[in-house]
Each structure stands twice: as structure tokens, then as C-alpha cells.
């Protein structure tokens, strides 16, 4: 940069004036100028040729082709043209240099090129010591600007040392500064040096943040460009593997497949809003961060989940129920209730789907029967156990907050399935628990609620989501470990136990050919008797449903597949020969009988009676035994007994404590006798209030000495009126009762309706008494009525009444 030279400029003259586009020229500043403008070239031409000067002013809008004076800056810069050089599109390059600051005083736009009138604005040089402080506070900024800047080479810093006029050094920096063309007019404006300096310092402190925020900005694109390289690199290397291996996508990216997935799905509205937004956020994530595998999980949820797919029902309720008589014997409530469901369906198109709850023991086919029900209304169905279930995200999802989050088992389910009407099997709802994690029961409210489930939330989804077209079907085996409210959400169908009949059916049509075909035999080669069958079912099982009886008969075909195995083995076109199985081979086959009937005795005795009691594996007989002895009024009852059968024996002796007097039993009789009652199979606890009467007719005959009737059970509760109240499970107390040989069953007279549910072939070999009280009870229980006291007549001083006189007849006496 040279020094300002103005000792040959011809001040107070005319001046040829070429306005400057986007660049302000200072004192001292060599700089390269591209002209294309016609009249800017002739004036130009004409002080290349004159060898004068030239004012060189910026314009104040860059775009304006002829600028007019009001629209050129009055302060610009006198400059000499050094070289000019023609460029083959018609353009002129100029080099010029810079030699003194100038004010435009007049402007003459008439000629050919424009003329200026000038005056020289005369340069200060006054250095104090605050001029001084800011000249070190620009050379400080301008070497930290330098250092950050990659457009100013580092020479310039040495070229600072060599100026000693304040004035030149301020016209070298701001001539060095990338800035606008609007902030360096103000600093080419400013005459004062101090102002001159000021403005420079703010220019400088502006340009070094900027300068700042590029490097921090650089460096972090620099980075996420190395890195983008990088996964772009290992992206086409992925790309390019698949297409070898024939997996190529056809050029669409991850997103896209997202988004139009998204649109297939056919969501709600709300949950398209939620998944678009989702896939936003993703797309700015890294592709390897740990935020973006939970947005895409998300995102695969809410695509994989059925919106609008649904099965068509097969509304033909005759194929219907030939399914269901196919897969299941008997059960004929279930099967009336889903025909019911089938035929309401082809009436009205649309509604809502049922909540059913099958109770029952176990292995009676509550579980198999919910796949017997979508197969025959042409569902998919799915099944999960809630046995040991106890945190409510189980049922509801866990919240995206959690590493490792996940929906809950329902909307797990419906992904499973992929269609928003499937069948829904909850098994073993009654064993629920909850702790410190939330109650599952709750949980399930809403789910298990048509007025509530079509719209159930998920934690996770945190969307709503349609359950109304869901069939959902429960199982469990007993109802009082249910919640009250979610109870009252579920239609209750009970499934009681099978009877030997039943049971016999099922192992011929369904149990049997399954165990055969699974282990290799042709069907129909275990040929089985009746006999041999019911042997199996009464003395080699115990239970309501038929799982051991299917262990019985899988036993049976191992035994015929071994031997098969052990000499030729099935070979095509050679017949098995058959297996004859009857009851004396049973004892070989099977090993020895594992339960044995409960049988009366042999004679009628005083002091045991049978009762009947009903179990989850079915129906048993009761052998209550009471022994009475002289003692001090102790009350012993003892076999594992629960706390409500202690009341009901309690009630039974309060009853015959008030009944002393009408069966001659002597006073105080109880104070002065100790009673002990026992109920054989001590390991096993018993309790419930249904042997009552038999407590009681135990009791009676031990104080009355007369034999209660071996061929006599008796079911239900006593009152301390010796009223009978009714019990449950008459099927199966009245099925233990025929298999004990019993011939005469007493009942309550409340249970007389429930006889409707019990099969002809039990209610034609037993003899079903109906009793109201225990007077009753007695009168068919006993080998002999009980004797009562004869009742006396009072003594009275009235006079008789004679016959024919309508007075009162006497009162008897109190016992």
C-alpha cells in the first residue's frame, strides 16, 4: 500500500466520475476494477489517455444501471488508473490506486460520461492519547480478525508495521475488512480520525464475533460432513451389497417407505399427525443415535397395529354350530350364547363386541374352546395368560421414557393378529395379583368395557385405538378372586364339571384319535371297552375336566407303540393288528387303580352320615362322624376344617339345643356330654356351609341312638331355625352321590330348579328328595322317625268346657 500523494492532483476541478458497484475505495488501496457500462468506459478511456485522475464514488443501490446524483455517494475516493486492459465480451479491466479522500461538490450528467466537480477532503493527523489507545485497540482486533479469518493472508500483519501515520493505517484496515459496502462508506466518510477509529473499532468487534460464530459453525458442519461422508459411504456400500443379494429397494429411502407406509395404514387422524411427527424428528436424528431407534420403533408400531383391516364373520349359524359340535361335546350354554352373537351380527351390521367370561374347573376346554369360537365365525384369535400378572404396563404399555419400552399385551395382540376384529382369549383372569407396580385388574377396565374400549389409550401408543370390534373371551376357575367392578364388565357363562358320560364321549370322539395319530398308530387301533373306559375315568382320574384321562389314554397308545416298534414296525400296506383293551388288562397296562369309589356302608350306624361337597375336580361324598361321650360340655370338631363349616356345626347344635324338649332329650344333655365330630382324609382342609344338615343329622342320631340310612347323602345350609338353605354344584354332589351307590339324594327345596341342568340318566337312577327344613330332613334320614314328647295338658280352675260350647279350649303346658 503506498502512501497518500496528492501533490499532483488538480484540486478544485473537473473530474471524470466512474460510480462503483458493491466496492468502496480508500486512500492508498490498489484495487482491480471490471468496467462494462458505456459511459463509465469512456471516462475511463478519456483519463487513461489525459493521464489525469478520475473520482471514483460508490453508488448507494448496486442494482441501478444509470445511476442518477442523488443516488452516488458525495464522499468517494480520487484515484489514479495505473493499467487498463480490453477483455474480449467488451469489457475493461482497470487497475487503479487510490490517493485522496473527496467530496463531491457538483455533478454534470450532460456528456457523454459523467463529470464531477470536486474538493479535497484534507486528512488529520492530530495523534492524543486516546487516538493513540484506539489505534492499538484496531491493530489488536485486526490480528485477532486475521488469525480467524482464511481470506486476509498473515503479510498484511507486517505490512501494519511499516505505516506511521494513523490515518493510513485506519484507511489499510478497513480496506482489509470483509464488510459491507455500507459500513465502509461510513468509515471512507468519517474526516476526524478519532471517528474515523471509533467506527473502525465497532467494525472490527463486529466481524470478529461473526468471524467466531463461522469457526464454531465450521467446525461442527465439519464434523457432521465427515460423518454424513462416512455413513454415506457405508449407505452406498449397504445399497450395493443389497442389490447383489437382490434386496434392492428400487432407490427409495428409508423415510419415504416410511411415509408411504404411514398412508397405507389408514390410522385416525390423530394418530397420522403423531406418526408424521414422529418421522420428522426422525429424519433430523443421526441414523445411528439412540433417540432414532426409539422414534422408528415408535413409528413401526403405530404402522403394524390393524386400523381399518378386519375378517369378514361367517354369519352361517348351521356351519357355525357344526363346528362348534365338532370340536366340543356338550357345553351347550357356550355354544347357544356365540350362535345368539352370530345371529344379532347378520341383523344388525355393526356391534359391538361381546365381553364373555367362562368359569369352570380346569380342563374342561374353557381355553380350547375360545379357538373352536373364532373358527367358527372366521376370526384369527390370540391368547395370553395373566396368571402371575402383576404390573399394569402389562396391560397398558410401558411409557417411551423407559430404555426398552413396549405396548402392552393387548395391543400386542392386535399386531399379532392383524385385523381389528380378532378373537381375544385373557386366560386365568382370577389370578391377577398387584403390588407396589400397579393393579393389572384396573388396567383391564377400560379394555373390558364396550362402553369405554373404543377409544383405550395405550402408554405407549399414547394414542387412542379402537378395541369395540374385539370379541374378548376370559377363563377362570373361580369367580370370588375376580375384582367386584371388572366382573361386572363380563358376561359370566359357567362350565361345570363333565360326568362319567360326558367324559366317555369325549375320550371316544376327540381324546382317543388325537392320541392315536400322535403317536403313529392307524386310527381307530385301541379298541377299548366301555367298561374298561369308565374304569379309567372313576378309578384311575380324579377330576372335573379330562387332562389325566387323556394322560390315561396317551399311556395306552405308548404301550401299543412300543410294542409295534419292538417287533416290525409299521410298514406301508400291512395292517396293526388291533388292540383289544378291557377292564382286565387295565391293572397291566396302567399299573394299579389310583382312587377308589367312595362306597356306603355296609349296614345302617348311629352317628355317621354322608354328605356331598363340591370341588374343583368335581363332586365328592362327605363321611361325618360323631361320637358322644360323658364329659363337661366340650365341642371337638376336628379333620382340617375351615372356619365356616366350625359355624355351620356350631348352628346344627344350637338347632338341637333348642329342639330338646321336642325330641325327649334330657335338659342341660349338652352341658354334661362331650361331642366330637370328624370328617375323614384329615390332610385334606374342607369348609364351606352345605354340610350343615348332615352335621346336624350326625349329631341327632348320636343323641337320638337311631342309625341314619346308609343309602342316604344329604347337601345343604342349616339355620338356627332348622330351615335348609340352598347350595351349589348340585350336578356334580348329585354325579359323587350316584358313583357312592347312594339312592336317595336330599336337597333344598330352592335348588328343585337347578334339576333342569342335571342329566335324565342321573336323575333316573337317584332319588331326589326336596326338604324345607330339618324335620324333614330327619323324617328321610333316619332309620326311624324320632320319638317326641307327648304333649301335657295345663291345670286349670276354670270349668270344663262342655261339648258343644264354643268357649276356648285349654293351652297345652311348656316344655
Not at 184 to 205: C, D, G, P
Not at 449 to 455: I, L, M, R, T
Not at 488 to 508: H, L, T
Request: with cysteine; net charge positive; glycine share 6%.
Amino acid at each position: 500500500m503506498k502512501k497518500e500523494n496528492t501533490q499532483d492532483i488538480p484540486w478544485d476541478d473537473t473530474l471524470p466520475l466512474l460510480p462503483l458497484r458493491d466496492i468502496v475505495l480508500f486512500p492508498g488501496m490498489i484495487a482491480p476494477l471490471f468496467v462494462g457500462r458505456e459511459k463509465s468506459i469512456l471516462a475511463l478511456d478519456k483519463c487513461f489517455e489525459d493521464k489525469k485522475f478520475l473520482m471514483l464514488s460508490a453508488q448507494k443501490d448496486p442494482a441501478t444501471n444509470d445511476p442518477q446524483p442523488e443516488e452516488i455517494h458525495e464522499v468517494g475516493c480520487v484515484a489514479e488508473v495505473t493499467q487498463i486492459l480490453r477483455l474480449p465480451e467488451g469489457t475493461v479491466k482497470a487497475i487503479v490506486e487510490g490517493r485522496s479522500r473527496a467530496r463531491i461538490k457538483k455533478l454534470d450528467t450532460s456528456g457523454r460520461y459523467l463529470v464531477a466537480k470536486v474538493e479535497r477532503l484534507e486528512p488529520d493527523h492530530t495523534e492524543d492519547a486516546e487516538v493513540k489507545a484506539l489505534i492499538r485497540a484496531v491493530k489488536t482486533s485486526f490480528e485477532r480478525y486475521v488469525k480467524l479469518s482464511s481470506q486476509i493472508p498473515n503479510e498484511t500483519i507486517n505490512t501494519l508495521a511499516g505505516i506511521d501515520k494513523a490515518g493510513d493505517l485506519a484507511d489499510l484496515i478497513a480496506a482489509s475488512v470483509i464488510a459491507s459496502s455500507e459500513e465502509k462508506q461510513k468509515i471512507l466518510e468519517a474526516v476526524t480520525l478519532q471517528e474515523r477509529l471509533e467506527s473502525l473499532a465497532k467494525l472490527m468487534q463486529k466481524e470478529i464475533e461473526i468471524l467466531q460464530i463461522e469457526r464454531r459453525v465450521r467446525n461442527r458442519v465439519k464434523k457432521q460432513m465427515e460423518k454424513s461422508q462416512k455413513d454415506y459411504y457405508l449407505t452406498e456400500q449397504m445399497r450395493a451389497i443389497q442389490k447383489e443379494l437382490g434386496k434392492d429397494t428400487g432407490g427409495r429411502t428409508e423415510f419415504e417407505e416410511l411415509r408411504e407406509k404411514i398412508k397405507a395404514s389408514v390410522m385416525s387422524k390423530e394418530a397420522e399427525e403423531k406418526a408424521l411427527k414422529e418421522l420428522s424428528r426422525l429424519e433430523q436424528m443421526p441414523p445411528m443415535s439412540a433417540e432414532g431407534t426409539v422414534s422408528r420403533n415408535y413409528i413401526d408400531w403405530l404402522t403394524d397395529v390393524p386400523w381399518s383391516k378386519r375378517t369378514r364373520d361367517k354369519l352361517d349359524i348351521k356351519a357355525a354350530e357344526k363346528i362348534l359340535n365338532t370340536d366340543h361335546y356338550g357345553l351347550d350354554k357356550v355354544k347357544e350364547r356365540i350362535l345368539e352373537y352370530l345371529a344379532v351380527r347378520k341383523l344388525v351390521n355393526k356391534m359391538k363386541g361381546p365381553i364373555l367370561c367362562f368359569v369352570g374347573p380346569p380342563g374342561v376346554g374353557k381355553t380350547s374352546l375360545g379357538k373352536s369360537i373364532a373358527r367358527a365365525m372366521g376370526r384369527k384369535f390370540s391368547r395370553f395368560s395373566l396368571g402371575g400378572v402383576r404390573d399394569e404396563a402389562e396391560i397398558r404399555g410401558h411409557r417411551r421414557t423407559y430404555i426398552g419400552s413396549f405396548p402392552g399385551r393387548i395391543v400386542q395382540s392386535m399386531k399379532k393378529t392383524g385385523v381389528k376384529n380378532p378373537v381375544i382369549m385373557l386366560d386365568e383372569i382370577d389370578k391377577i395379583s398387584s403390588d407396589f407396580r400397579g393393579d393389572p385388574a384396573s388396567a383391564l377396565l377400560e379394555a373390558l368395557d364396550p362402553e369405554q374400549n373404543y377409544a383405550f389409550n395405550d402408554h405407549y401408543m399414547e394414542v387412542d385405538y379402537d378395541l369395540s370390534e374385539v370379541m374378548f373371551i376370559t377363563t377362570a376357575n373361580l369367580l370370588h378372586t375376580i375384582p367386584r367392578p371388572l366382573l361386572d364388565r363380563m358376561e359370566v357363562i359357567q362350565i361345570s364339571g363333565y360326568i362319567d358320560i360326558e367324559k366317555q364321549n369325549i375320550a371316544r370322539r376327540f381324546l382317543l384319535p388325537k392320541q392315536e395319530k400322535q403317536h403313529g398308530l392307524p386310527a381307530g387301533n385301541i379298541d377299548i371297552t366301555d367298561s374298561a373306559l369308565l374304569k379309567i375315568i372313576r378309578n384311575y382320574t380324579r377330576e372335573a375336566g379330562v387332562r389325566n384321562l387323556e394322560r390315561e389314554l396317551a399311556k395306552l397308545c405308548r404301550k401299543k407303540a412300543r410294542k409295534i416298534a419292538e417287533t416290525s414296525g409299521v410298514k406301508k400296506g400291512v395292517k396293526v393288528k388291533k388292540s383289544h383293551v378291557d377292564e382286565n388288562r387295565l391293572a397291566e397296562l396302567l399299573g394299579e387303580i389310583k382312587f377308589r369309589d367312595d362306597q356306603t356302608g355296609k349296614k345302617d350306624e348311629i352317628g355317621i352320615a354322608t354328605g356331598l361337597a363340591w370341588t374343583e375336580t368335581g363332586g365328592v361324598t362327605l363321611r361325618i362322624e360323631t361320637s358322644v361321650f360323658t364329659g363337661k360340655g366340650k365341642f371337638m370338631l376336628t379333620g382340617k376344617l375351615g372356619e365356616v363349616m366350625r359355624e355351620s356345626a356350631q348352628a346344627a347344635l344350637s338347632y338341637l339345643r333348642s329342639k330338646t324338649g321336642e325330641f325327649a332329650l334330657p335338659k342341660g344333655f349338652h352341658s354334661n356330654t362331650d361331642i366330637h365330630i370328624h370328617i375323614p382324609e384329615g390332610a385334606i382342609p374342607k369348609d364351606g356351609p352345605s354340610a350343615g344338615i348332615t352335621l346336624a343329622v350326625a349329631m341327632a342320631s348320636a343323641f337320638l341312638k337311631i342309625p341314619v340310612r346308609r343309602d342316604v347323602a344329604m347337601t345343604g345350609e342349616i339355620t338356627l331355625r332348622g330351615d335348609v338353605l340352598p347350595i351349589g354344584g348340585l350336578k356334580e354332589k348329585l354325579l359323587a352321590a350316584l358313583r357312592a351307590g347312594i339312592k336317595i339324594v336330599l336337597i333344598p327345596e330352592e335348588n328343585a330348579r337347578d334339576l333342569k341342568e342335571v342329566p335324565a340318566n342321573i336323575l333316573e337312577s337317584l332319588k331326589v328328595e326336596i326338604v324345607r327344613n330339618m324335620d324333614e330332613v330327619l323324617l328321610h334320614a333316619l332309620a326311624k322317625p324320632p320319638a317326641k314328647r307327648k304333649k301335657a295338658r295345663s291345670v286349670s280352675n276354670k270349668p270344663a268346657v262342655k261339648k258343644g260350647d264354643p268357649g276356648r279350649t285349654p293351652r297345652p303346658a311348656l316344655n
